[in-house]
């Protein structure tokens, strides 16, 4: 990074007014509803799926004001004209999310899945060809033990296309199995604050969650916060936590969310501390590579939730409900579970958090309609595996902000602006 001027104060301080739903999935978080009796009932197979109801917003936005006063910061502004269209296409997206969390007030499931889709996109072909050659092998692997479900999913996936497919899992280091028990969520703050220390971030705190309300690691960028889930919560994870899984953790959350965005306010161009239209294939696909350098993996980052969308919005032609995907992501989870020391219930609390995870946001009751974000986790991993594969020296250069590396467009403005190197 070269040039030490800020191009964008005033339009990004423009821009932070239009919505203050930077990332619409902590809103969903904070305002999603689901009673535990729901839960309950489902599991026990009294209702057919459980209902999601959102608490209303605390006070109303007149976004049309706000958006005309950016427009006139954005014609009054003597940026230069790559920088106008990083803008506006932030701001198309960011007049997505709000109607996204409208249409989830409104328990508008369609139109919520199509301003997600707006923003996230949907299941590709390519990358469900390869999560169902992938199941198809599992299947195999565990038919002697599990000749039921091995067939269930079987008859799924294998009417799926598999040729061509070109990527490799091979590419993935092996799994890091040794660690210390985790029992106190203190030990994980503790990790936490000692990355911050060696990344050299100041200004950022920890939080762990008091209110049981938060079942994920997370970052804020405007209030420089990373949260941390509660104690109970961490301890009850189906996959138990080491000292070294947590440091993988903090890789993810600490080295790469937060460190973009803190690099960024150091830069240019202060769009980069929340990133750019289209920048979380690249920025969750960075962060979980940096996490898998230490922990190591068998697959790569977010199969499960790909899987489980692909399903819900019929990849392999048949529509499913929040009953439906369940039903074979427990038997996923039962095959995935099958050689480790795991409980009967773990399969089905699994499947219920994925499950909860794809269809937030909408009222729980439609098939097909989802939150398409989490798709975006193993598109982009096996992007960023790919990318530094064949150029292992942009690497600390994808650390300058919070945008998209795999989309060339994000690469070639940044480099017109001087903010980023040639590769």
Avoid at 61 to 74: G, H, M, R, S, T
Avoid at 139 to 163: A, D, G, H, M, T
Avoid at 281 to 301: H, R, T
Wanted: charged share 25%.
């Amino acid at each position: 990074m070269k040039s030490k001027q800020v191009f964008d104060e005033n339009l990004f301080q423009a821009l932070c007014k239009i919505s203050p739903y930077i990332d619409e999935a902590e809103w969903l978080k904070d305002h999603i509803r689901i009673r535990h009796e729901e839960r309950e009932k489902f599991l026990n197979n009294e209702i057919e799926n459980p209902h999601f109801t959102y608490s209303p917003q605390k006070s109303k936005v007149d976004y049309l004001k706000l958006i005309e006063e950016f427009n006139q910061c954005l014609k009054d502004s003597d940026v230069p004209a790559v920088v106008v269209d990083l803008y506006q296409r932030k701001l198309e997206k960011q007049l997505h999310r709000n109607a996204l969390i409208e249409a989830s007030l409104a328990g508008d499931d369609h139109v919520f899945f199509e301003r997600s889709s707006d923003i996230y996109g949907r299941p590709q072909k390519k990358y469900f060809s390869y999560v169902a050659k992938r199941l198809l092998t599992l299947c195999n692997e565990q038919k002697s033990k599990y000749p039921v479900i091995s067939r269930r999913l079987r008859k799924v996936v294998s009417k799926i296309n598999q040729n061509g497919i070109d990527i490799d899992v091979s590419m993935l280091p092996p799994l890091v199995t040794n660690g210390r028990l985790i029992r106190s969520v203190d030990e994980v703050r503790s990790i936490f604050i000692e990355t911050l220390s060696r990344c050299g971030i100041e200004g950022w705190i920890v939080s762990v969650d008091k209110a049981g309300t938060r079942g994920r690691f997370s970052v804020s960028p405007q209030s420089k916060t990373i949260h941390i889930p509660c104690e109970s919560e961490l301890l009850s994870r189906p996959q138990s936590l080491t000292d070294h899984g947590v440091q993988a953790l903090a890789e993810h959350e600490v080295g790469v969310h937060v460190r973009r965005s803190y690099e960024a306010s150091k830069g240019p161009l202060r769009l980069l501390e929340i990133g750019l239209d289209n920048y979380l294939p690249g920025e969750e696909g960075l962060a979980s590579y940096a996490q898998q350098q230490v922990e190591g993996a068998d697959e790569f980052y977010g199969f499960d939730r790909y899987l489980a969308a692909s399903l819900a919005v019929g990849m392999d032609g048949e529509v499913r409900d929040f009953r439906s995907v369940f039903s074979l992501m427990s038997d996923y989870y039962t095959l995935k579970f099958a050689l480790e020391d795991k409980t009967v219930s773990i399969p089905f609390q699994a499947a219920w958090d994925i499950c909860v995870r794809i269809f937030r946001g909408t009222t729980g009751q439609t098939p097909g309609c989802i939150f398409t974000k989490d798709i975006v986790y193993m598109k982009g991993n096996i992007g960023i595996w790919n990318l530094l594969s064949e150029r292992p020296k942009v690497f600390e250069s994808l650390f300058i902000g919070k945008y998209n590396p795999l989309l060339s467009r994000h690469v070639k403005t940044l480099q017109t602006l001087d903010i980023l190197e040639e590769w």
